[in-house]
């Protein structure tokens, strides 16, 4: 039995601060309606975020297909200049 009070003494500590530490988050924590409240808002905001960003990724890939159209097109613009060079010269 004497092994077991050391592991009693331990558990009971362990549990002491647990239920210290629970106190205080359900503490800090607040109403429970009041946090129901801003986890809804969160979601929504989060929702509105996802959005946003599916937007911008959608422009992002419009603007990289125009800029790869204007990149070609500066390509040819470049080699009409030299061969009209090259056969002036």
Known sequence: MTDL???????DA??????????AHLLRAGDPASLRAEITALMASRANLAE???QSLARERELQVLADEASHALGSAIEEVRAALGEET
């Open 52 to 54: 946003a960003l599916d």
């Open 5 to 11: 009070n050391p592991a009693a003494e331990r558990l």
């Open 14 to 23: 362990a549990l002491t601060r647990l239920e210290v530490a629970l106190d």
